[in-house]
């Protein structure tokens, strides 16, 4: 079955600092891989995604993530965090067999002044 | 570009009356439109796929009875929580792919609709 793990609830993380979410994954063939940001109570905001190509991919907010294929992971990294980044982080797949979107439990990034 | 909007942002209502919810993509037409359930502090809960012009796939769990979905256009979708009760209180999320273009792996998102059910 395919799935997503975000291992870590909570990620703290000074300003200024990188941050690295983690995500791991497990689906069978070629994995759609994607990140969205989620504020309070507002829908989620697409950051990136991993189709083919470069397996660094840059996104919006100066994020990126790199796919992984052999560690089966897409991790979300920022070099330089912002208190603005605070916000609860998804990491998602798209399940080849049913075309829909299967989520991680999130991870809430807190970015400390 | 790629914006879902949706409408109302927040709704109050009794028990026993019905609420719509609208979503729209703005600036691209969407062949497929999703509608999540999210409860605090949890992941989003798919309950339905939408195609235009075709009936909804509703999710194992998930009345179809009471929870209407109609997608009546390329840009607009609209969920139908039916006499609502309390336990239906949520907030309900949509989004839509688009039918072309460089955008269409993607879902995007609207920005919720908390339903409170007095």
């Known amino acids: 079955a395919q799935s997503v793990a975000q291992p870590e609830d909570q990620v703290n993380v000074a300003e200024g600092n990188p941050l690295t979410v983690k995500c791991t994954y497990s689906?069978?063939?070629?994995?759609?891989l994607f990140w969205y940001v989620q504020y309070p109570n507002r829908g989620l905001q697409f950051l990136l995604k991993?189709?083919?190509?470069?397996?660094l991919v840059k996104g919006s907010y100066g994020f990126e993530a790199e796919f992984n294929k052999s560690q089966t992971s897409f991790h979300l990294k920022k070099p330089s965090a912002l208190v603005s980044d605070s916000a609860l982080y998804f990491c998602a797949v798209r399940d080849p067999n049913t075309d829909k979107l299967i989520f991680g439990t999130g991870t809430r990034l807190q970015v400390f002044p | 570009g790629a914006v879902v909007s949706q409408h109302p942002s927040w709704v109050i209502c009794k028990s026993g009356t019905s609420v719509k919810i609208e979503c729209r993509s703005l600036d691209f037409q969407a062949t497929t439109m999703f509608w999540y359930r999210q409860f605090p502090k949890q992941s989003l809960m798919l309950m339905a796929t939408s195609n235009e012009g075709s009936k909804a796939t509703y999710e194992q769990g998930v009345e179809k009875d009471k929870f209407l979905i109609n997608h009546a256009s390329l840009t607009l979708s609209t969920l139908t929580v039916t006499s609502a009760h309390p336990e239906d209180s949520s907030f309900y999320i949509c989004?839509?792919?688009?039918?072309?273009?460089?955008?269409?792996?993607?879902?995007?998102f609207g920005p919720g609709t908390r339903l409170t059910v007095l």
């Open positions: 991993y189709i083919t190509g470069d397996n």
């Open positions: 689906v069978s063939g070629n994995p759609y």
């Open positions: 989004s839509a792919r688009a039918l072309s273009g460089s955008i269409t792996d993607t879902q995007y």
